[in-house]
């Protein structure tokens, strides 16, 4: 079983619209998450991170977390063109140490 | 304030040769992590270093691979004798702890080995 999994793609969603991502991951005593924007020949980026149980919203972006259900999601909101990226879901394995999924790459039409 | 600067940008390698890839943190960093990246995988953790120190080389390879961060220049990331399986993206990242919080990656360095 992978530590991380991301739903597989591509993702393509209308200008305006809700893309939804989602990750799964396997080790329970994980704490933080992160999400990561990755746009093609560039460096992963960092756009949400979520420690706790439940929503954070930043601008169009809101991160879910459940730990019960080992589940942290990624909604973006009114989604532009610009949006047209790969999303990396990351979990910590320790203090330091981050194991990230294959990534869903999602493309927002005009 | 310049981020975390990696050099070279692309490498051409032939199989046997050596390659080596430099990642300069954000000023004030002193933690540097080296992550490799497959085509169409998630990135991999390979090797953690603070100044001078290596605290966590579990995702390197034992053979070929080697890393550094000395008192004085960048991180280097040596790779001796490359294969063509060698062949992905290396990106470096650097915080000013030990926490993966506010890591800041590198533009990477992309690695071809013919």
């Known amino acids: 079983q992978k530590e991380v999994e991301q739903n597989s793609g591509p993702l393509s969603v209308p200008e305006g619209a809700i893309a939804s991502l989602n990750c799964t991951y396997s080790?329970?005593?994980?704490?933080?998450f992160f999400w990561y924007r990755q746009y093609s020949g560039k460096s992963p980026e960092l756009i949400m991170f979520?420690?706790?149980?439940g929503d954070k919203e930043d601008g169009r972006f809101t991160a879910q977390l459940n730990k019960a259900s080992q589940y942290v999601s990624l909604l973006i909101r009114d989604s532009q063109p610009s949006d047209s990226a790969t999303y990396l879901c990351a979990v910590n394995l320790d203090d330091y140490k981050l194991s990230f999924g294959a990534g869903t790459t999602v493309t927002v039409r005009a | 304030n310049a981020g975390v600067m990696q050099n070279p940008r692309h490498l051409v390698r032939r199989r046997g040769q050596e390659a080596r890839l430099r990642c300069s943190p954000v000023?004030?960093?002193?933690?540097v992590y080296w992550y490799r990246q497959l085509p169409e995988e998630g990135l991999k953790f390979m090797v953690y270093?603070?100044?001078?120190?290596?605290?966590?080389e579990s995702g390197m390879p034992k053979e070929r691979f080697s890393a550094e961060f000395p008192k004085e220049g960048p991180s280097i990331l040596r790779i001796q004798q490359v294969v063509r399986g060698d062949s992905a993206a290396y990106f470096c990242?650097?915080?000013?702890?030990?926490?993966?919080?506010?890591?800041?990656f590198g533009q990477g360095t992309r690695l071809t080995v013919v």
């Open positions: 000023k004030g960093h002193s933690h």
């Open positions: 270093l603070q100044k001078e120190n290596i605290i966590d």
């Open positions: 080790d329970r005593g994980s704490q933080s």
């Open positions: 979520i420690y706790s149980n």
């Open positions: 990242a650097s915080t000013d702890r030990g926490s993966n919080t506010e890591a800041f």
